[in-house]
């Protein structure tokens, strides 16, 4: 069971941390990803994590902005949010695989396992 927190409003330009809490199984063998959709459009795969944290990747609409980490000890995966783009209102959505290749990471990847219920981040001023 996957559960985000942390959303809310956040004023264009702004930062925002949400997080993704695991129950259950821990996350050390699964690959993360987080997703996102804005109302009216498709799903979005914004930044992913392999399961040995050594490879991330994220989408050119996010890139340098976007921060995706996570705390094993915790079963918590994190997407810190800086420079909320205006008009960028989504629901976010974290997402777990298990994979047996533990460097694997694609944010074009949408077959994930697990997900979570989602978290509304309102982007306005």
């Known amino acids: 069971l996957l559960v985000e927190s942390g959303g809310g409003w956040v004023q264009p330009g702004g930062s925002l941390t949400l997080s993704c809490a695991a129950s259950?199984?821990?996350?050390?063998?699964?690959?993360i990803q987080w997703f996102r959709q804005a109302p009216g459009k498709e799903l979005e795969g914004i930044s992913c994590d392999s399961a040995s944290g050594t490879n991330t990747h994220y989408a050119d609409s996010v890139e340098g902005r976007f921060t995706i980490s996570r705390d094993n000890a915790k079963n918590t995966v994190y997407l810190q949010m800086t420079n909320q783009r205006p008009k960028k209102t989504a629901v976010y959505y974290c997402?777990?695989?298990?994979?047996?290749?533990?460097?694997?990471?694609?944010?074009?990847?949408?077959?994930?396992?697990?997900w979570g219920e989602g978290v509304l981040v309102n982007v306005s001023s």
């Open positions: 259950g199984e821990g996350l050390d063998y699964d690959a």
């Open positions: 997402a777990a695989k298990s994979t047996f290749v533990q460097n694997w990471c694609d944010v074009r990847y949408r077959n994930m396992a697990w």
